[in-house]
């Protein structure tokens, strides 16, 4: 039971860093914020979303299955 209520965070906050993700892309391109310069954006949102991917336990176990 445990690891299922931990699975289920996990994907939820997988699923909150890819909005917030989306939520900032979206600003800093329509110059409301300036949180990160664009060239900077293009990395952030590459880790932040590699790191959701590490979070999200469906992907995970997708790949242990390749």
Same mark, same amino acid.
């Given at each position: 039971?445990?690891?299922?209520?931990?699975?289920?965070?996990?994907?939820?906050k997988?699923?909150?860093?890819? =909005?917030?993700?989306?939520?900032?892309? =979206?600003?800093?391109?329509?110059? *409301?914020?300036?949180?990160?310069?664009?060239? =900077?954006?293009? *990395?952030?949102?590459?880790?932040?979303?590699?790191?959701?991917?590490?979070?999200?336990?469906?992907? =995970?176990?997708?790949? *242990?299955?390749?």
């Amino acid at each position: 039971m445990d690891n299922l209520i931990s699975d289920a965070e996990n994907w939820k906050k997988s699923q909150i860093i890819c =909005e917030y993700v989306g939520v900032v892309k =979206e600003s800093v391109m329509n110059g *409301n914020s300036t949180i990160y310069l664009e060239n =900077e954006l293009q *990395n952030w949102a590459k880790w932040a979303l590699d790191q959701a991917d590490r979070l999200d336990p469906l992907k =995970e176990k997708a790949l *242990n299955f390749l």
